[in-house]
Every structure is written in structure tokens, then in C-alpha cells.
């Protein structure tokens, strides 16, 4: 168990509409990274924040944005959604994003399945 | 830019047998971390072990060791005395100290273990 908490695990919803993704960082981790895997790309770096900050941003479309909180759990949104949009998208984190010796710690991911 | 090749997109491998996969990296980057996770049928993320750039010795943890070659810009994952439950993908990663906001990913490679 990374300590990593992904919520939903799963998400079936239709083309065109919006989902919220959330996850809850390692005790003690203060930055937060979102990733999407899909078969024909692979892991994609979407977004980092780090203690309530965007710190970093990656392949992320317009559509989709994300926020980090005062207690430093994360929400990525998924807006105007479409098929290619299907994916599993994880949350990691780590305590000094400046620290590139520190590993990320993944959670389990959320499958989402665009209809 | 940083840069992860995985050539192998699948391996097979005999159950208690040795096997070696694959990674080698492209960075502009003098102090850089590479890492190694597994994903196994259930999809989490589960790093199993680092190198550093300045690390003189291989790292190991377990079963796992990683061959560290800098001037080659390789890092291959050797896994000894393979298990059943080896099977998975392998991802082979990095950060750099300059690019140190997120980790990139090779494309991963697939550990078979045959009975």
C-alpha cells in the first residue's frame, strides 16, 4: 500500500460530460502529480502541484484542470469529455518535489471509461 | 529533454530463472534519478527500485538489481530467481535535477514468467 488514496476506482459516464477525480497525497507529502496511461500513449504527465501551488504542467488539454487544497488533497476535472479521453489516470506523490532522487508513490488509479 | 527507451516490448522468462530488461535513457541533465515500478493485471504502480547518477555501486533491493552503465546511459532491471507473480509490465523512469517537476516513462516492457 503506497498511502496513496484514489477515488473513484472506476468511472463509466458518456461523451460530453464532466467527472472529478480525487486523491489524497501520502501523510507528510506535500506535492501531488496526475498522470494519464492509455494504450497508445503510454504514462503522460498531466500536472503537479506542490503545497496548494501549480508547480508543473505537462500534456494536460484545456478540458481537464486540477486543484490542490489546503489539506493537500487533489481534484482533477474532466470536462466535455470523449472517447479518447478513456484512460486510467493516477495520482502520485512525493515530499520534496525539487528531490529528484525521491520515487513518486502511485495510487491505485482511476479507470475512466468515456461512452 | 529527457528521453526513456524500453526496446522490448514483451519478455518471457522461466520461472526460477534470471531475466534482464531493458532500459536506456537520453538526458542534458548531470544529476538525474532512474527508477524502476511494476504494474501488475491490477494496475497499480509499485516502484521497486533507484539509482542515482552518482551512485558508484549497482543498486539492489531483494531480487531486484539494477545494472547501472552511465556512460552507456543504460540501467536494466535484473530480476533474479523469477516468480509467477513476477508477471507484469516494467516501467523504466527518470528525474532530472533540472527537469525534476514530473518523472518520464519509457514505454514499459511485459514480464511473462512460464511455469
Known amino acids: 500500500d503506497s498511502g496513496v488514496t484514489q477515488t473513484p476506482k472506476h468511472l463509466i459516464t458518456a461523451t460530453g460530460q464532466r467527472v472529478t477525480l480525487r486523491c489524497s497525497p501520502r501523510?507528510?507529502?506535500?506535492?501531488v502529480y496526475w498522470y494519464q496511461q492509455s494504450l497508445d500513449q503510454g504514462l503522460q504527465f498531466l500536472i503537479q502541484?506542490?503545497?496548494?501551488?501549480?508547480?508543473a504542467k505537462g500534456n494536460i488539454l484545456e478540458r481537464f484542470s486540477a486543484q490542490q487544497f489546503p489539506d493537500l488533497h487533489s481534484e482533477l476535472n474532466l470536462s466535455s469529455l470523449e472517447l479518447g479521453d478513456s484512460a486510467l489516470y493516477f495520482c502520485?506523490?512525493?515530499?520534496?518535489?525539487?528531490?529528484?532522487?525521491?520515487?513518486?508513490?502511485f495510487g491505485n488509479g482511476t479507470r475512466l471509461t468515456v461512452t | 529533454a529527457q528521453k526513456i527507451t524500453q526496446t522490448q516490448p514483451g519478455m518471457f522468462v522461466q520461472e526460477k530463472e534470471a531475466v534482464t530488461l531493458d532500459c536506456t535513457y537520453d538526458?542534458?541533465?548531470?544529476?538525474?534519478?532512474l527508477f524502476w515500478y511494476k504494474q501488475p493485471s491490477s494496475g497499480e504502480m509499485i516502484f521497486l527500485i533507484y539509482?542515482?547518477?552518482?551512485?558508484?555501486q549497482n543498486a539492489t533491493e531483494g531480487r531486484y538489481s539494477l545494472n547501472f552503465q552511465k556512460a552507456r546511459k543504460s540501467a536494466n532491471l535484473v530480476i533474479s530467481a523469477s516468480q509467477l507473480g513476477d508477471s507484469a509490465m516494467y516501467f523504466c523512469?527518470?528525474?532530472?535535477?533540472?527537469?525534476?517537476?514530473?518523472?518520464?516513462f519509457g514505454a514499459g516492457t511485459r514480464l511473462t514468467v512460464k511455469p
Open positions: 523512469a527518470m528525474r532530472g535535477w533540472y527537469n525534476n517537476n514530473d518523472m518520464r
Open positions: 502520485a506523490s512525493s515530499v520534496d518535489p525539487g528531490d529528484y532522487n525521491s520515487p513518486l508513490h
Open positions: 538526458t542534458s541533465d548531470q544529476s538525474y534519478g
Open positions: 539509482q542515482g547518477s552518482y551512485d558508484e
Open positions: 501523510s507528510g507529502d506535500l506535492s
Open positions: 502541484y506542490y503545497n496548494g501551488e501549480e508547480r
